[in-house]
């Protein structure tokens, strides 16, 4: 069974940085993508940023420029940066991971870490 577990979330000034990390454990195979989504207080879940199986990167709009992913695939593991944080940044911060089961067609199926706060004050 695959398990994913966030780390790195804290309190934070405006402007300050965190990093956070995303770890797996057990039979992590046909990674498809993985990515850092978050979840404000009375909010949806959105995506902050993702990075595909082929390397390539993409980002909210709102993150652009200031956070930064990037992943170990030997672990495997990925890693949000986030720099020139802001009060709107507060949420909860969740890693997913999408792994491909298919043999024959693609299966894609996800999993998710339990989520690390962050608080950004102003």
């Known amino acids: 069974q695959v398990q994913l577990v966030e780390s790195g979330g804290g309190l934070v000034q405006a402007g300050g940085s965190l990093r956070l990390s995303c770890a797996a454990s057990?039979?992590?195979?046909?990674?498809?993508?993985m990515a850092w989504y978050r979840q404000g207080l009375g909010k949806q879940r959105e995506l902050v940023a993702m990075?595909?199986?082929?390397?390539?990167?993409n980002y909210a709009d709102s993150v652009k420029g200031r956070f930064f992913i990037s992943r170990d695939s030997a672990k495997p593991a990925i890693y949000l940066q986030m720099n020139s944080l802001k009060s709107e940044d507060t949420a909860v911060y969740y890693c997913?991971?999408?792994?491909?089961?298919?043999?024959?067609?693609?299966?894609?199926?996800?999993?998710w870490g339990r989520g690390t706060q962050v608080t950004v004050s102003s």
């Open positions: 997913q991971f999408v792994m491909n089961w298919g043999v024959v067609k693609p299966d894609l199926r996800d999993i």
């Open positions: 057990g039979n992590v195979f046909k990674i498809h993508a």
């Open positions: 990075v595909a199986s082929n390397g390539s990167t």
